[in-house]
């Protein structure tokens, strides 16, 4: 069951052609929000303006089921010169190599149009997730999203990180060393839900 407005309710039953469009907003970690609509012009929406000419993206589909499980979503971003592809006063590309869409957050809505005026009747929310960047170079960045379940479906804490494959140097020589217990490996950039067992 999706909210609607009533105006929308009305349009849904009872016209049989349709104008709509995706609205995508997009949190960072650092509190940076981004609205982007996939449409030939900005969209104007609850006191907000999506973009038209922010990014380019393309989305797959929303891969859903009916018993309880993670959605998950793929948006992939192009980067080109006719867009402001400029994200927290950085390039697209450079801000996901410096991890700035690292624990980002993203939404999906599907916004109706009325098709004599263009104003928009109502959106319907389809998708809300967590980012992650399952590959980035060239002009585009594919992100993986997956639903806000996703933490009803793994183990508390996320990652961690445990006393395992330390390695130490003697005589130049770099091996594993198997009887220290006090030392463990730690990621160049732990997220915040990483924990540490020492």
Do not use: W
């Amino acid at each position: 069951m999706k909210n609607c407005t009533q105006e929308l309710a009305e349009h849904l039953n009872n016209d049989n052609e349709f104008i709509c469009c995706d609205l995508f907003k997009l949190t960072l970690n650092d509190g940076s929000v981004y609205r982007i609509a996939d449409s030939d012009k900005d969209i104007a929406f609850n006191g907000h303006l999506y973009k038209s000419d922010k990014f380019i993206l393309q989305r797959e589909q929303i891969k859903t089921a009916g018993a309880p499980s993670v959605e998950t979503l793929t948006v992939t971003i192009y980067a080109d010169r006719e867009h402001d592809d400029v994200l927290s006063r950085t390039n697209l590309l450079q801000a996901a190599h410096e991890g700035k869409l690292d624990d980002g957050y993203i939404s999906l809505s599907r916004a109706f149009m009325d098709a004599e005026t263009g104003n928009v009747l109502g959106a319907l929310a389809l998708f809300n997730g967590r980012c992650e960047i399952s590959s980035c170079g060239g002009i585009a960045c594919k992100l993986s999203a997956k639903s806000e379940t996703i933490g009803l479906n793994a183990s508390v804490p996320l990652r961690t990180f445990a006393p395992q494959n330390v390695y130490q140097e003697a005589d130049g020589v770099v091996s594993t060393a198997s009887k220290d217990t006090y030392t463990c490996m730690i990621p160049l950039k732990p997220s915040k839900n990483v924990l540490i067992k020492l």
